[in-house]
């Protein structure tokens, strides 16, 4: 089970920082990925991190605002966010997946994660 948290409204420029509680004791076998969807659009990649949090992916128009990291320990995957943009209001969504050849290519596909958490609404007011 995956669990979300940390959304809430923020005006533009600002930062949050979500957070994703996973249950269960392999958390560090699964890869982990942040995803977007706005009303209307679909669902869109946001960033990935490989099983040990060494190796993570954005897309190119997330890079240097967003970052992933996680915390195998706590079994928390977390996304900073900052200088937020009206366009980055959605529903943020963390999910897992077993299998993962570190790739962008890979990490991006939404179809290859196995969980998927509830999400949580982000909002930035301009």
């Known amino acids: 089970q995956l669990v979300e948290s940390g959304g809430g409204l923020v005006q533009a420029g600002g930062s949050l920082r979500l957070s994703c509680l996973a249950s269960?004791?392999?958390?560090?076998?699964?890869?982990m990925g942040w995803f977007r969807q706005a009303p209307g659009k679909e669902r869109e990649f946001v960033a990935a991190i490989g099983w040990s949090g060494i190796v993570t992916f954005y897309p190119d128009s997330m890079k240097g605002r967003f970052t992933i990291s996680r915390d195998n320990a706590k079994n928390t995957v977390y996304l900073q966010m900052n200088s937020l943009k009206p366009e980055d209001t959605a529903v943020y969504y963390c999910?897992?997946?077993?299998?993962?050849?570190?790739?962008?290519?890979?990490?991006?596909?939404?179809?290859?994660?196995?969980?998927w958490g509830q999400g949580t609404h982000v909002t930035v007011s301009s």
């Open positions: 269960g004791r392999t958390f560090g076998d699964y890869a």
């Open positions: 999910a897992a997946r077993r299998s993962f050849r570190p790739t962008l290519e890979i990490a991006r596909v939404k179809e290859g994660y196995d969980y």
